[in-house]
């Protein structure tokens, strides 16, 4: 058998319209997953099941809030209803810039809904599903979860949580042939990025996408494509004996910065 080969497998991944998530629809289907891209932007997830298609891959949108349990277990009932929920990947969350006195209460709730909670909900919505023949969920955490960044106050609140959530669900779900891992990026350059520069660094981005690229150790921005190897050999046949493991893809960030 081919590895890191997802074939026949049915694989859930939130936020696949942009950045990552995007990459990881991508990945998967070209790994041979029917990709059900799980994305709120009906337009961006339409947008990557088009180019999965178009280049012979399997795939579906589905519009999904992944802060309503509702929106989310309609979802995934109907993708169980006429198959099997091989792989769950939570991907879908945002961003916030402040410290403790710089996030409000409506800050830290927005960033809870969709970080935490949305995790949550994706969770609990495919495991009763996966409980019938085991299967893989892959949380994407961050740097932020294990090492003190500066003014990511609820960020790193809310993948700090991602994280743990991912310890529980390994330990707690053992026995019924699920495992349960999360990814820790550094620095990744997507769209969101250079939106990012753009909006607080106007006249500045050559600059300022420098100084943060040399804020990873090995001189650069992640790719991508990178986070998604690595998600699928994570959610692959080969990665069976891993469960239960934070894998920070930081460029030496935690490790070499600390």
Same mark, same amino acid.
């Given at each position: 058998?081919?590895?890191?080969?997802?074939?026949?497998?049915?694989?859930?991944?939130?936020?696949?319209g942009? +950045?990552?998530?995007?990459?990881?629809?991508?990945?998967?289907?070209?790994?041979?997953a029917?990709?059900?891209?799980?994305e709120?932007?009906?337009?961006?997830g339409?947008?990557v099941v088009?180019?999965?298609t178009?280049?012979?891959?399997?795939?579906?949108?589905?519009?999904?809030?992944?802060?309503s349990?509702?929106?989310?277990?309609?979802?995934a009932?109907?993708?169980?209803?006429?198959?099997n929920?091989?792989i769950?990947?939570n991907?879908?969350?945002?961003?916030?810039?402040?410290?403790?006195?710089?996030?409000s209460?409506?800050?830290?709730?927005?960033?809870?809904?969709?970080?935490?909670?949305?995790?949550?909900?994706?969770?609990?919505?495919?495991?009763?599903? *996966?409980?019938?023949?085991? +299967?893989?969920?892959?949380?994407?955490?961050s740097v932020?979860?294990?090492v003190?960044?500066?003014?990511?106050?609820?960020?790193? *609140?809310?993948? +700090?949580?991602?994280?743990t959530?991912?310890l529980?669900?390994?330990?707690?779900?053992?026995?019924?042939?699920?495992?349960c891992?999360?990814?820790?990026p550094?620095r990744?350059h997507?769209?969101?990025?250079?939106?990012?520069?753009?909006k607080?660094?106007?006249?500045?981005e050559?600059?300022m996408f420098?100084?943060?690229?040399?804020?990873?150790?090995?001189?650069? *921005?992640g790719?991508?494509?990178?986070?998604?190897?690595?998600?699928?050999?994570?959610?692959?046949d080969?990665?069976a004996?891993?469960?239960?493991?934070d894998?920070?893809?930081?460029?030496g960030?935690?490790?070499?910065?600390t």
């Amino acid at each position: 058998m081919e590895k890191f080969s997802l074939t026949g497998k049915n694989a859930l991944i939130t936020g696949a319209g942009s +950045g990552i998530g995007r990459s990881i629809a991508k990945t998967f289907a070209e790994a041979g997953a029917f990709v059900h891209a799980l994305e709120l932007n009906a337009e961006a997830g339409a947008s990557v099941v088009a180019e999965i298609t178009e280049a012979g891959g399997l795939a579906e949108h589905h519009t999904c809030d992944v802060t309503s349990q509702v929106s989310v277990r309609s979802v995934a009932d109907s993708i169980a209803g006429a198959g099997n929920i091989d792989i769950l990947v939570n991907n879908a969350g945002i961003a916030h810039v402040g410290n403790l006195e710089g996030t409000s209460e409506e800050d830290l709730d927005r960033i809870y809904s969709v970080n935490v909670k949305g995790v949550y909900n994706g969770m609990f919505a495919c495991i009763r599903h *996966m409980k019938k023949r085991g +299967g893989v969920i892959l949380n994407l955490a961050s740097v932020a979860s294990s090492v003190g960044i500066t003014d990511r106050f609820a960020y790193s *609140m809310s993948k +700090g949580a991602v994280l743990t959530m991912t310890l529980s669900v390994a330990k707690d779900y053992l026995g019924d042939n699920i495992r349960c891992n999360c990814i820790s990026p550094g620095r990744v350059h997507t769209p969101f990025v250079d939106g990012f520069i753009a909006k607080n660094y106007p006249g500045k981005e050559e600059e300022m996408f420098e100084k943060l690229s040399a804020t990873q150790p090995i001189g650069r *921005m992640g790719k991508p494509e990178e986070i998604a190897d690595l998600a699928l050999f994570l959610c692959s046949d080969q990665a069976a004996f891993i469960t239960g493991t934070d894998y920070p893809i930081d460029g030496g960030f935690i490790k070499l910065n600390t």
